[in-house]
């Protein structure tokens, strides 16, 4: 049983700390907004300064609510991961839907110059990249899912999925090393990853695709518990093996290549984000661990993008750089503290 009165409390300041993000988030930046027009603007109020409002509206709100939507979606991509696999080490991206995703970016930009210069200045965009991405990771998971329909071990899925990722690697360099240094600037810039750079419409794709995952990944939540037990102790439970990994992976695939598609491979989050849940709520029940991770994932993505900004200045660290830096010695000082590692 689950006791819903212990895990109250953790819940309820964890929501709070996400609203104060939040409204930090919208405030802090190169340029500053006092708190109170903060309020105003997101409660319909209007704003005498216009490029405040606008830049309230139409940048920082957008960006934010992209923050939530990549740091709650990794964060469960990792876990669903990290408990088909039973691995801690496990991320989001073990089965190659990053490394398809920086293949499809690397072949429209590094790649389209082989079809003529005016033709690679009409490819290269930001709508052909989302695209490429898109169908780099959609191709590995079609890939993934054949192979999950025929292998029996799940282990085996993780390691064809490692497997994939150095071929993708070996041929992204292969591409890199024919590259003039402007199209390996660019790729470097996209696989530093972005917040910033979508526009309402994007975002809205993008959430209701991320809505249609965490849905999938809701759904696999008694799945993910009788998991926990063993594959052999799940099946005599009565759990269809095949289908949960198949609904598992299709889960990941839509929530870890859809955010990589629309903001690039954003790295630390999805692999250390469900180890900051157990050791916070002190338990391994997905029931619990789901919206703990949602919770957790976005207010850490706000905390890092707000780091980024760099407030009162006009610089813009790579996100990337921020998510490790910050977060990596969260989880080390978790795990010292704790002493044993919850799984």
């Known amino acids: 049983m689950i006791n819903l009165s212990k895990n109250t409390g953790p819940f309820i300041i964890l929501a709070i700390l996400l609203v104060f993000c939040l409204i930090a988030n919208l405030s802090l930046g190169s340029v500053s907004v006092p708190l109170k027009f903060v309020f105003r603007s997101l409660f319909g109020g209007t704003i005498e300064n216009e490029s405040w409002q606008y830049i309230i509206q139409d940048y920082r709100l957008p960006k934010a609510i992209t923050a939530i939507i990549v740091g709650s979606g990794l964060g469960i991509s ?3 991961m990290q408990t088909l696999f039973r691995n801690p080490l496990a991320g989001p991206f073990v089965l190659g839907i990053s490394s398809g995703a920086s293949l499809g970016v ?3 930009i590094m790649g389209a110059t082989f079809f003529g210069a005016t033709f690679a200045a009409l490819l290269v965009s930001k709508w052909s990249l989302i695209i490429a991405s898109s169908l780099g990771s959609f191709i590995v998971l079609l890939v993934v899912i054949t192979v999950s329909s025929k292998v029996r071990d799940t282990m085996a899925i993780l390691i064809i999925g490692l497997m994939f990722a150095s071929i993708t690697a070996a041929l992204v360099s292969v591409l890199s090393y024919f590259a003039s240094a402007e199209q390996l600037q660019q790729y470097i810039f996209w696989g530093f990853g972005s917040l910033g750079n979508l526009s309402w419409s994007e975002v809205l794709i993008l959430f209701l695709i991320y809505i249609f995952g965490l849905f999938l990944s809701i759904v696999s939540i008694k799945a993910l518990n009788t998991l926990l037990l063993g594959e052999n102790y799940a099946k005599s439970l009565g759990l269809n093996l095949k289908q949960s990994r198949m609904i598992i992976i299709i889960a990941t695939s839509l929530l870890a290549g859809t955010i990589t598609a629309f903001a690039g491979p954003i790295a630390f989050i999805g692999l250390a984000i469900p180890h900051i849940a157990r050791q916070i709520f002190s338990t391994s029940n997905h029931k619990i661990l789901l919206p703990a991770i949602f919770l957790i994932g976005a207010m850490v993505m706000l905390i890092c993008d707000s780091i980024a900004q760099i407030p009162m200045s006009d610089y813009t660290l ?11 010695p969260i989880v080390i000082w978790l795990l010292v503290r704790k002493r044993k590692m919850i799984f």
């Open 106 to 108: 690397a072949l429209v």
């Open 318 to 328: 790579p996100i990337n750089a921020i998510t490790s830096l910050f977060g990596a």
């Open 78 to 80: 990792g876990l669903l």
